[in-house]
């Protein structure tokens, strides 16, 4: 192995009760992923060669839940504490397991997500420079409430660890804080674990008692102050998860408005980590783009759209409050406003879909146009289509889904209704409010409603009839029927 080689522990066991909350704390996401999976990344990006993860709550749940999200050929090697007695303890049942990788151990904490990959590459480099045998990180938060408070001696040498709960109020005003993230050598993390012991105000093992045993053993301790205190927020409640969440979205928006993307409030705007954003693209007002999202050039996502796992093409025209999900839309589109686009949509170049439009798992064709108030379900549309207001296909039966089909040029009267499994020909019509259940030919027109039959007199009928009195109008003449009603002169087959 290379003498720079390092393997990552990382503790995930507790219960974190002050989530209050029947999931593991190390599985409740920020910006879009469980916030150990985000630990393990990191350790992987900073070069680490081996991921051991400790677990103890939920054990089962967060095993199965972080391998189903880890594509990484590289696995995480699971070690069981099944009894949590502090920081310590998890690293005693570690051990056997860290004797199989490499000579040097990073130590991180599955509640910090922030932590960054580069931020933890200058601490393994500056520890492998220095040739000490452990080294810890620390900072200087705005709040140190909580943390484990770093002694140094008159000339600045680290001497040790005090937890907040053990320390005195004068140590408690100590500003520089431990951040939980260690490099040891794997042996004497090894000797001196076997040493810890519960004299403490909670009867548990303190991992960092290790530091205390070497000074005392004049061994030197590297404590390196990464100034980077945001970085090592730890997730003890939902609101720290809520600031770990915004920091990071943040961090997301800075990087891609430097490459070139407008962004109008990176305040108020979610981009996840895997998501790509073309230049000159505008991104509106509370928008959020997650997953693995694409997004080409000169877009323009309008305020509140929400888009998911999906790809836009360039020149595309995404309008306010459209949901998006995967789906796929080509260049030149216009979508929204108000669009759901569910999964499997695909939309064509040149293609618009417009207000209150819901499309599911369905081929919109180059340049076709669903303008307004229509469902579109299991449908295959051609190029040039123009489907009318309240449109919308009958793809399910009760029992199975069915397609519609519909061939170039096609157009389709407003409120009509295609009934699947239906197939309607290149160029053909169908008039509007129309019921189509049958394949249409090419170039046919089809009309498919009941023939209007007109009642002359109907409303003097009620009246006089039935007694409604409430419906005489301001005038008693008589209503005439239009002299050219389809129906005018034609006997009343109902006798009214």
């Not at 920020?30 to 393990?40: D, E, N, S």
């Not at 100590?174 to 490099?183: A, H, T």
């Not at 993307?261 to 505008?282: F, L, M, N, S, Y």
């Not at 798992?361 to 549309?381: E, N, R």
Request: aromatic share 4%; proline share 4%.
């Amino acid at each position: 192995m290379s003498q720079s080689e390092f393997s990552a522990l990382i503790m995930a066991a507790g219960k974190g009760t002050r989530m209050v909350s029947t999931t593991a704390k190390v599985l409740h996401e920020v910006a879009g992923k469980p916030m150990l999976t985000r630990v393990i990344d990191n350790a992987r990006r900073s070069g680490a060669s081996s991921i051991y993860v400790i677990v103890g709550h939920e054990a089962e749940s967060v095993r199965s839940r972080i391998s189903a999200e880890d594509s990484e050929p590289r696995g995480v090697e699971w070690v069981l504490q099944e009894d949590q007695r502090g920081t310590g303890h998890a690293v005693i049942v570690s051990l056997d397991a860290l004797a199989r990788g490499p000579g040097t151990v990073l130590i991180l904490s599955g509640d910090v997500p922030l932590l960054q990959a580069r931020t933890l590459e200058e601490f393994v480099s500056r520890h492998f420079e220095t040739g000490r045998q452990a080294s810890l990180m620390t900072c200087r938060p705005k709040d140190a409430t909580g943390y484990g408070r770093i002694l140094r001696s008159d000339s600045g040498a680290f001497t040790g660890i005090v937890e907040h709960r053990d320390a005195t109020p004068q140590e408690r005003d100590l500003r520089e804080i431990n951040s939980g993230v260690y490099l040891f050598d794997r042996e004497v993390l090894t000797i001196y674990g076997k040493r810890l012991t519960t004299e403490n105000a909670q009867g548990e093992y303190y991992l960092t008692d290790i530091f205390s045993l070497m000074v005392k053993d004049d061994i030197e301790v590297d404590a390196i102050d990464c100034e980077a205190a945001e970085e090592l927020l730890g997730i003890n409640d939902r609101v720290d998860l809520a600031v770990a969440e915004r920091i990071l979205y943040r961090r997301n928006c800075l990087r891609h408005m430097r490459a070139g993307v407008t962004i109008r409030d990176p305040d108020h705007t979610d981009i996840g980590d895997d998501v790509e954003i073309g230049t000159d693209t505008v991104i509106g007002i509370s928008t959020s783009l997650s997953s693995k999202t694409r997004i080409g050039s000169r877009c323009m996502i309008d305020n509140h759209v929400t888009i998911s796992n999906s790809e836009i093409g360039d020149g595309t025209h995404v309008k306010p409050y459209s949901l998006i999900v995967d789906s796929e839309i080509g260049e030149n589109c216009s979508i929204g406003p108000c669009t759901h686009l569910r999964p499997g949509s695909d939309i064509q170049d040149r293609a618009k879909v417009g207000n209150f439009v819901e499309i599911k798992k369905s081929v919109i064709g180059p340049g076709s146009k669903v303008s307004h108030l229509s469902y579109i379900g299991d449908a295959s549309l051609g190029r040039g289509v123009n489907v009318g207001a309240g449109t919308i296909t009958c793809n399910y039966d009760g029992q199975a889904k069915h397609k519609t089909i519909i061939g170039d040029d096609v157009f389709i009267g407003s409120d009509s209704v295609l009934v699947a499994p239906v197939t309607l020909g290149n160029r053909s019509y169908v008039a509007a409010a129309s019921v189509i259940t049958r394949d249409v030919p090419e170039e046919a027109l089809a009309i498919a409603r009941g023939r209007q039959v007109n009642k002359p007199g109907y409303r003097i009928f009620l009246e006089n009839k039935l007694g409604l009195s409430a419906l005489k109008p301001a005038s008693t003449a008589p209503v005439s029927p239009s002299p050219d009603s389809a129906d005018a002169g034609k006997q009343d087959p109902d006798g009214i």
